[in-house]
């Protein structure tokens, strides 16, 4: 290996480890706070975070690669930058909040095109960048046991951890793909977040019916997955045979309590975008809004009701085309029974069950979702060049 392309590897690695723990400084902070006033301290780490990474991406577009998600990464781009646009309008704090908005806006953007170049370009060793994802999975996770008695809005942060998952499954070891498992599975029950043990369970279903699509040993991947569903069950029995029962009737009162309210919240902001004036309702009316306008305080806990109020109907429609792109390109890799389907159909379902009834664009999540699919996307195109 060339000292040029060690370099560029440590570099990668550097990137990522980076988004780790601004992500570690985010989980000390109120999402909704954050977006409002920040904190130096995370000002300054997302500042550093995207400097980092912004090298990499000029070499993106200066130097054009062989991309056959094209038009993935091409909608990516049109939905920050109309974010971007739309935040620079419609802002109305001094310039170091402008500056750090614009940071929070384009960082996935950067994180996104960097990693996918290097990559794509250098074709790294799969297990060394998985394993660097293993280690930003365990300080989150490290940081996530320090704030778990701070307060309940602190939870979500178990969500963190979940995000990468897809991305650490790439790993060969099997040692490390369980103990992942196991790791975010104890976390998110511990969170006794609803929402996080849906997407959990969604997704490692999925992850498990493409890997056996997929894989060359169907009948042993057949018996991993009951294996698996049997062991979840056995969590279910164990939890509802304990003290430890509020998860289990949380599930159970999911139509009862309308979903911790967020039925009456959507209503609100729906009505919120349907009393907005034309150029609003095309436009949106600027980032964070929903928090802003809303009579109940609360941002929408659905994305793409807060895209369409924050960024009108054109960052609605960005948002959508670009998970439905992100759809075509899961389904052509399982098509060409590629090995890196599990994986991204994973992160599909996780990221579509929680943009439904949560936040991942507006939340550092997309971070960790746009990382994924550039290494991912890197790693194929890569294979394909040298074929």
């Given at each position: 290996?060339?000292?040029?392309?060690?370099?560029?590897?440590?570099?990668?690695?550097?990137?990522?480890?980076?988004?780790?723990?601004?992500?570690?400084?985010?989980?000390?902070?109120?999402?909704?706070?954050?977006?409002?006033n920040g904190g130096s301290v995370y000002r300054y780490a997302?500042?550093?975070?995207?400097?980092?990474?912004?090298?990499?991406?000029?070499?993106?577009?200066?130097?054009?690669?062989?991309?056959?998600?094209?038009?993935?990464?091409?909608?990516?781009?049109?939905?920050?930058?109309?974010?971007?646009?739309?935040?620079?309008?419609?802002?109305?704090?001094?310039?170091?909040?402008?500056?750090?908005?614009?940071?929070?806006?384009?960082?996935?953007?950067?994180?996104?095109?960097?990693?996918?170049?290097?990559?794509?370009?250098?074709?790294?060793?799969?297990?060394?960048?998985?394993?660097?994802?293993?280690?930003?999975?365990?300080?989150?996770?490290?940081?996530?046991?320090?704030?778990?008695?701070?307060?309940?809005?602190?939870?979500?942060?178990?969500?963190?951890?979940?995000?990468?998952?897809?991305?650490?499954?790439?790993?060969?070891?099997?040692?490390?793909?369980?103990?992942?498992?196991?790791?975010?599975?104890?976390?998110?029950?511990?969170?006794?977040?609803?929402?996080?043990?849906?997407?959990?369970?969604?997704?490692?279903?999925?992850?498990?019916?493409?890997?056996?699509?997929?894989?060359?040993?169907?009948?042993?991947?057949?018996?991993?997955?009951?294996?698996?569903?049997?062991?979840?069950?056995?969590?279910?029995?164990?939890?509802?045979s304990t003290e430890y029962t509020e998860i289990i009737e949380?599930?159970?009162?999911?139509?009862?309590?309308?979903?911790?309210?967020?039925?009456?919240?959507?209503?609100?902001?729906?009505?919120?975008?349907?009393?907005?004036?034309?150029?609003?309702?095309?436009?949106?009316?600027?980032?964070?809004?929903?928090?802003?306008?809303?009579?109940?305080?609360?941002?929408?806990?659905?994305?793409?009701?807060?895209?369409?109020?924050?960024?009108?109907?054109?960052?609605?429609?960005?948002?959508?085309?670009?998970?439905?792109?992100?759809?075509?390109?899961?389904?052509?890799?399982?098509?060409?029974?590629?090995?890196?389907?599990?994986?991204?159909?994973?992160?599909?379902?996780?990221?579509?069950?929680?943009t439904m009834i949560s936040h991942v664009l507006i939340y550092?999540?997309?971070?960790?979702?746009?990382?994924?699919?550039?290494?991912?996307?890197?790693?194929?195109?890569?294979?394909?060049?040298?074929?």
């Amino acid at each position: 290996m060339s000292n040029r392309r060690i370099t560029y590897k440590w570099y990668i690695q550097l990137c990522m480890i980076a988004v780790a723990l601004c992500g570690c400084i985010a989980m000390l902070f109120n999402d909704g706070d954050i977006a409002d006033n920040g904190g130096s301290v995370y000002r300054y780490a997302y500042l550093a975070t995207f400097m980092i990474s912004i090298p990499g991406a000029i070499l993106y577009y200066i130097r054009p690669a062989y991309n056959t998600s094209k038009r993935l990464f091409r909608l990516v781009w049109m939905l920050f930058m109309w974010i971007a646009l739309i935040t620079i309008l419609y802002n109305k704090s001094n310039l170091n909040g402008l500056i750090f908005n614009l940071t929070n806006v384009l960082m996935p953007l950067s994180i996104m095109h960097c990693t996918y170049y290097f990559v794509q370009k250098y074709g790294y060793k799969k297990e060394s960048i998985a394993f660097t994802a293993f280690v930003m999975m365990l300080l989150l996770l490290i940081q996530y046991l320090g704030i778990y008695n701070i307060s309940e809005s602190h939870l979500i942060s178990s969500y963190y951890p979940l995000f990468l998952l897809p991305l650490v499954l790439l790993h060969p070891s099997k040692i490390i793909r369980y103990s992942s498992i196991i790791l975010v599975t104890v976390a998110i029950f511990s969170s006794l977040k609803r929402g996080g043990l849906i997407a959990l369970v969604a997704g490692l279903i999925i992850y498990l019916i493409c890997y056996r699509r997929v894989g060359s040993q169907k009948k042993g991947i057949f018996i991993y997955t009951i294996l698996a569903l049997c062991v979840l069950g056995g969590i279910f029995y164990y939890l509802a045979s304990t003290e430890y029962t509020e998860i289990i009737e949380r599930l159970m009162n999911i139509q009862e309590d309308e979903g911790s309210g967020r039925t009456d919240v959507w209503a609100t902001t729906w009505q919120m975008i349907s009393d907005s004036e034309f150029f609003p309702y095309i436009l949106g009316h600027g980032n964070n809004a929903v928090w802003n306008d809303s009579p109940l305080d609360l941002s929408a806990h659905n994305d793409f009701l807060e895209a369409w109020y924050d960024f009108g109907f054109i960052g609605f429609a960005f948002y959508v085309l670009m998970l439905l792109s992100l759809l075509r390109y899961t389904i052509q890799l399982i098509r060409n029974k590629s090995s890196y389907a599990p994986s991204m159909a994973m992160l599909l379902t996780i990221t579509l069950i929680l943009t439904m009834i949560s936040h991942v664009l507006i939340y550092y999540f997309i971070n960790f979702v746009c990382l994924t699919i550039a290494i991912t996307s890197g790693y194929i195109d890569n294979n394909e060049r040298n074929e």
